[in-house]
């Protein structure tokens, strides 16, 4: 217990690909060619293109070293504010690389691909299903992506109605994503205020609503891992204007079981299959941001759109109000596998329980830091809680210095500085695949650390102390950006 | 639940901790009228040995088995992929990181990527490449939103030989915020006929893909002179990269932004995604490009490392201002590209590409032989638009079911005058023999 897991571990220096180069060797084995060369005119062609030359064990050992200086969710816990950085199964992976599902052609036609379609399909009904909501489309890419959709089917059915408008309502807590996504719809960001209990209020809404303003983006639970208890009446107020109301469900791990984002007032939503749904986040990607809409909305869903005829599944292209197409195929339906995957392996208990063990997880969290961190909304939360550096400003640590000091002592850190509206925000979500064991460790590595700020601050502003490299230099590399070997 | 690490007893302890009586009121903070009366309906939970199953059984119905041929591409291409690459691109430290936003425990991306970066300026001769966008479509309408930005113009032309697809995503993503989109018809050689575009007033750019959607590879020379006489920015696309390692890059012919579809480099076909969304730009645009930024830097002991970079472009920081609004971008299959990239290396890259060339003339020839015309006169790289004699379809139709040949794609979905024109492809996957068997069915 008492045994810290941070350590440096047997870490080797890597050269960039091309400091390994030797000329002549190749990675792949090239098939012989059976029929006749035929030389392309001279002023097509290009030189050769300058790549590395590396044979297959190269390769092999450059990216095992790589990978050894990364962090993933699978090396310890993650509990990156917002992310839900939750384990990633593996018989998902087997799932999405069998031969029929990797090896298929996005234009094999209906005939040849039913399985993919009606997995696509039944994906689209669970989702439904799980938001309360009448109508999915799996196409959009990434939860941003999701969120330019469900802009472009508000702003289309505004359209539809007769009168466009020109605003939409955004929370101060919001995603950074919310307001630019409105922005390539043509509308103005409007910030409203949550309270000081970190919510959003009826009256704050009203002021801003009028019949000029296209809607509300609410993310619930929000940010601050608060739940929006004044959703109905928020709603109700922008519907009775004309408004719609967005609902960003990067949160919707939180409340699975619980709450049906479709009974209390939500007209579009995205879900995040690499957060709530288990899917690998990659790195950075690829997600996938499905959109569940109500069933006055449905029109307007991007095509192609996957649906049942009898007992055939089919792709449908020509539905005349449909905001477009959104994606070159049908969105990233090896993700899609995945997300498909785990729904079935969880069942509707399973992922009841993932939502209660991620709100115990993250109130635990709450409840054993806030003596040794400052906790600016002292509520129940749900999935996630929001600290900040507030008790050791008097030592001149911040937020960053022990984000960097948990990385010594082998946990990624939370998210920081986010959201906005908390000053020095470090931000926890633990989610549900965390046991006690882990967060204990996790618990006790926070109060070393908030220990250290008192008695030792210098191994705080110099942490990380034990990574491959120590802080970067992040203003320098903005300053004269080096992008390429 | 083998995902869930919770006992009877830890929940206790924890609830205990919380001052919380049971699990039900962790949710007393949601008011009751706000939750939802019934359980969720959905399939019984299966075991992880009867999800073997359910998969095996629901992919029967999809005809894409190993024994399939495929002499279609029209965005989407059968290529080798080695085990090396996939076996590496599975490790759990590089599919289970987040967004590398702590650096120093994410240098393994950070380099990996920064390596792609590039490798993908080297193979489109530009200045920058971002660390990957969705998928071709999507980043080419960034670019376009990028030259409408950045000429405050309207209006911006586009080819119609750009995939017919991608002209939907440009569609979708330009018409809230009022963007005229003028298309630029074809001439007879297949080509994008650049003597439309004088006409056509002020653009903010031209974008062109190249080889186009007909296979046939374009006249980028022109392209950038028609952009120049008209002040324009030249976008040049591609959704086959592995062209690329035989063509003249879009770099060399002075475009100013490159959109592309990587998805040729390693990845699998996945009914169309995960794909790989390439954006490249000058060094005069870089501050516009959308997305992510890796840059080179030193640590706090001089030691060379990687870091998210020029941030302050992104939605996380500008809000409302943002250059784009994407966050998750598709890393890990930038990843896997530059681990195949690296692996063909110069020379492979260079042979493959020829390989692909040569199967297409190839099939192109045979198919000749057996009564199919060839309808426009051009060069080509791995696909071409072949006019099918009478009676192919019924025969189409039926060497997929029987055969797992697919063969050709119908354009008159996409081009309504090109009635019996088909769009056929072949890659270094296909053999002589492979070639054989199919005239040898459709003649």
């Known amino acids: 217990m008492n045994s810290q897991i941070g350590t440096s571990g047997l870490i080797f220096n890597e050269p960039q690909l091309w400091d390994k180069s030797i000329p002549g060797r190749c990675g792949i084995s090239i098939p012989s060619n059976d029929v006749a060369k035929i030389e392309l005119s ?86 439904a299903e799980i938001t309360g909501m009448h109508a999915t489309t799996v196409q ?10 469900g802009m472009l089917i508000i702003h289309k059915y505004h359209e539809k109605k007769g009168r466009q408008r020109s605003k939409i309502i955004i929370p101060d807590t919001a995603h950074g994503t919310n307001p630019a996504s409105a922005t390539l719809c043509g509308y103005e960001s409007i910030k409203v205020s949550s309270d000081e209990n970190g919510v959003l209020t009826p009256e704050a809404v009203a002021e801003l609503m009028d019949e000029d303003t296209a809607g ?52 579009v939503l995205h879900l995040n299959l690499h957060k709530t749904f288990a899917t690998p986040h990659g790195g950075g990607g690829p997600g996938s941001g499905p ?109 960053m210095d022990m984000a960097k000091r948990l990385l010594d002592l082998g946990f990624h850190p939370p998210t920081v500085y986010f959201p906005l509206v908390v000053e020095g925000a470090f931000m926890v979500e633990p989610t549900e695949t965390e046991s006690k064991q882990t967060i204990d460790e996790f618990i006790n590595a926070v109060k070393t650390i908030t220990q250290e700020a008192k008695e030792n601050p210098e191994i705080l502003h110099s942490a990380p102390n034990i990574t491959k490299v120590t802080r970067l230099d992040e203003v320098q590399a903005a300053r004269k950006p080096c992008l390429r070997g | 639940m083998r995902y869930l690490p919770h006992t009877k007893e830890d929940i206790e302890l924890m609830l205990e901790k919380t001052g919380v009586p049971s699990l039900k009121s962790l949710f007393d903070c949601i008011p009751d009228k706000l939750k939802t009366k019934d359980e969720l309906k959905l399939p019984k939970p299966l075991t992880e040995w009867e999800l073997d199953e359910h998969m095996d059984d629901l992919t029967s119905s999809i005809n894409a088995s190993k024994k399939c041929k495929y002499f279609i591409g029209g965005g989407s291409y059968d290529h080798f992929r080695p085990a090396s690459v996939n076996y590496l691109i599975s490790r759990s430290e590089f599919a289970t990181a987040y967004t590398p936003y702590q650096p120093e425990v994410s240098q393994g991306t950070l380099q990996g990527i920064y390596e792609f970066q590039t490798m993908i300026t080297e193979l489109t001769g530009m200045d920058v490449a971002t660390a990957s966008h969705y998928d071709g479509g999507t980043a080419l309408a960034e670019t376009l939103l990028i030259a409408l930005n950045k000429k405050k113009l309207q209006k911006i032309a586009v080819s119609s030989l750009i995939h017919p697809h991608h002209r939907e995503i440009l569609k979708t993503y330009l018409y809230p915020t009022g963007y005229e989109i003028i298309e630029i018809p074809y001439n007879k050689d297949g080509l994008t006929d650049f003597e439309q575009v004088k006409n056509m007033g002020d653009i903010a750019g031209i974008a062109v893909q190249s080889p186009n959607f007909f296979g046939n590879i374009e006249d980028l020379k022109l392209a950038r002179k028609t952009c120049d006489s008209k002040n324009a920015l030249f976008i040049s696309s591609f959704t086959e990269g592995l062209s690329l390692g035989l063509l003249k890059s879009p770099g060399e012919f002075g475009a100013d932004l490159v959109a592309g579809e990587g998805q040729s480099f390693g990845l699998s076909k996945s009914f169309g995604g995960a794909g790989l969304g390439l954006i490249a730009g000058t060094k005069k645009l870089m501050r516009n490009l959308p997305g992510r930024l890796i840059g080179k830097t030193l640590d706090s002991n001089g030691k060379q490392g990687y870091v998210l970079t020029l941030a302050t472009r992104e939605q996380h920081i500008r809000r409302e201002k943002a250059s784009s609004n994407i966050c998750s971008n598709n890393g890990l299959n930038a990843m896997t590209a530059a681990m195949y990239l690296a692996s063909v290396g110069k020379t492979g890259i260079r042979e493959i590409a020829q390989l692909n060339h040569d199967k297409a003339f190839f099939l192109k020839q045979e198919l000749e032989k057996v009564g199919f015309k060839i309808p426009f006169n051009s060069e080509f790289f791995n696909e071409f638009v072949a006019i099918a004699p009478e009676g192919f379809e019924a025969k189409r139709k039926r060497l997929e079911k029987d055969k797992g040949f697919y063969a050709g794609i119908e354009l008159d979905k996409y081009y309504p005058e090109l009635k019996n024109h088909y769009l056929f492809c072949a890659t270094e996957t296909i053999k002589k023999q492979d070639v054989e068997n199919l005239i040898q069915e459709v003649k």
């Open chain 1, 42 to 127: 001279k002023e097509l062609t290009r030189e050769n293109v300058e790549f590395p030359e590396l044979s297959e064990p190269d390769v092999v050992r450059h990216y095992t070293r790589l990978s050894q200086w990364n962090f993933g969710v699978d090396s310890g816990m993650y509990p990156l504010g917002s992310c839900t950085m939750k384990y990633n199964p593996k018989t998902n992976e087997v799932q999405a690389s069998k031969q029929e599902i990797a090896g298929a052609h996005p234009l094999i036609g209906d005939d040849n691909s039913q399985g993919a379609l009606k997995l696509m399909y039944d994906l689209q009904v669970m989702l």
């Open chain 1, 140 to 149: 959009p890419a990434a939860g941003a992506h999701g969120e330019l959709a």
């Open chain 1, 216 to 267: 509300i983006m609410i993310t619930n639970p929000n940010t601050l891992g608060l739940f929006e208890k004044h959703i109905k009446e928020i709603a109700d107020l922008v519907h009775a204007k004309g408004g719609l109301v967005y609902g960003d469900g990067a949160n919707m791990n939180a409340i699975m079981g619980y709450v049906k984002p479709g009974e209390i007032g939500i007209d």
């Open chain 1, 291 to 399: 959109v569940v809409v109500t069933k006055e909305l449905e029109p307007f869903l991007p095509v192609p759109i996957i649906a049942k005829n009898n007992d055939k599944y089919v792709i449908i292209e020509d539905m005349p109000d449909s905001i477009g197409r959104m994606h070159t195929f049908y969105g990233h339906f090896n993700v899609l596998v995945k997300a498909y995957s785990y729904i079935l392996s969880m069942g509707a208990e399973g992922l009841k329980n993932v939502s209660e063990y991620a709100v115990l997880n993250a109130n635990y969290i709450k409840e054993s830091l806030k003596g040794v961190l400052n906790l600016p909304y002292d509520r129940p939360c749900m999935h996630e809680c929001v600290f900040n550096d507030k008790k050791q400003a008097q030592f001149h640590i911040t937020t």
